[in-house]
T-cell receptor, first 114, second 111 residues
Framework: EADIYQTPRYLVIGTGKKITLECSQT?????MYWYQQDPGMELHLIHY???????EKGDLSSESTVSRIRTEHFPLTLESARPSHTSQYLC?????????????FGPGTRLTVT | KQEVTQIPAALSVPEGENLVLNCSFT??????LQWFRQDPGKGLTSLLL?????REQTSGRLNASLDKSSGRSTLYIAASQPGDSATYLC??????????FGRGTSLIVHP
């Protein structure tokens, strides 16, 4: 079973608040990812990291930012939450060599901005 | 650019049926293909990973096959149960570490 954790699992917050979604993994993976997913819809990659101090934006434009100061930790921050940020946020990490490189997901954070 | 298509988008079957979910991809230069399960409101759970050099992988009632040259993978679920109801996604990984996901097949198994 994958050891990747996300907190909080659910968050309801008012417009304009700053929030940080936490993601941590204990597998020692260099690669970590953040996805955004609306109910019943496809996954959209919003950020990824290939290692400490390395972060890149994904395919979907996002107003969020990420940091990677430690291998095991990849938090996502929204400086000023808006109702359009309401969604599910999924964190993932991946590891293994060549064809055995496998991705694992956390349980997700369901964010509602009122 | 890699494109991944999953057919059908939704499937409803009676309990006990054997069923096949399809995943096709446009670029056959892949390292591996991963099948996931997602329950409503939850994260993705990895079911099977098939390396590009492999033809199939099995786990319990699940069997995944890969035909890289034709750009196809199938997930076979034997003797389906209501607990199998979920969305099944396939993801293809090429030269980068960023996988390309399909939109998923939503499966309902009714008693």
């Amino acid at each position: 079973e994958a050891d990747i954790y996300q907190t909080p699992r659910y968050l309801v917050i008012g417009t304009g608040k700053k929030i940080t979604l936490e993601c941590s993994q204990t597998m020692g993976h260099d690669k970590m990812y953040w996805y955004q997913q609306d109910p019943g819809m496809e996954l959209h990659l919003i950020h990824y990291s290939y290692g400490v101090n390395s972060t890149e934006k994904g395919d979907l434009s996002s107003e969020s930012t990420v940091s990677r100061i430690r291998t095991e930790h990849f938090p996502l921050t929204l400086e000023s939450a808006r109702p359009s940020h309401t969604s599910q946020y999924l964190c993932a990490s991946s590891g293994g060599t060549g064809g055995r490189h496998e991705q694992y997901f956390g349980p997700g954070t369901r964010l509602t901005v009122t | 650019k890699q494109e991944v298509t999953q057919i059908p988008a939704a499937l409803s079957v009676p309990e006990g049926e054997n069923l096949v979910l399809n995943c096709s991809f446009t670029d056959s230069a892949i390292y591996n293909l991963q099948w996931f399960r997602q329950d409503p409101g939850k994260g993705l759970t990895s079911l099977l990973l098939i390396q590009s050099s492999q033809r199939e992988q099995t786990s319990g009632r699940l069997n995944a096959s890969l035909d890289k040259s034709s750009g196809r993978s199938t997930l076979y679920i034997a003797a389906s149960q209501p607990g199998d109801s979920a969305t099944y996604l396939c993801a293809v990984r090429g030269g980068s570490y960023i996988p390309t996901f399909g939109r998923g097949t939503s499966l309902i198994v009714h008693p």
